[in-house]
């Protein structure tokens, strides 16, 4: 059963993505930060198995906190989520090691896809 952490600064896309995955069976939502710092703090105590994590956050942006759980936790998969489909940040995240984007836009049952096939290693873009 995939572990998933999700990282978010907005309450309701943390809340509505949360009631998603924890309604399909086979996922289990371990934690949910509203800020990469918070979700880095999280890592090591829920060892998800995947991280959504928002790419603009405050205190600490989605693209640092992703590097620094590729470094420390490589076997850990991130999609990063945005509303933005813009190739600076998508080139930033690729190199930092995301696994794949996940555009906040799309609907409930891509997004239960998009999270099962990164399990099975494919890598997401939009």
Do not use: C, W
């Amino acid at each position: 059963m995939p572990r998933i952490l999700i990282a978010d600064d907005q309450r309701l896309l943390r809340d509505g993505l949360e009631t998603i995955l924890n309604l399909e069976e086979g996922f289990e939502v371990v934690g949910v930060a509203e800020n990469g710092l918070q979700a880095l703090d999280m890592v090591p105590v829920h060892k998800p198995d995947i991280v959504l994590m928002d790419i603009k956050m405050p205190i600490m942006d989605g693209i640092e906190a992703l590097k620094q759980i590729k470094r420390d936790y490589p076997g850990t998969i991130v999609i990063m989520l945005t509303t933005f489909a813009e190739d600076k940040f998508i080139v930033e995240a690729m190199s930092g090691g995301a696994d794949g984007f996940l555009l906040k836009d799309m609907p409930a049952d891509r997004v239960i896809q998009t999270v099962r096939d990164a399990m099975t290693g494919q890598l997401i873009l939009p």
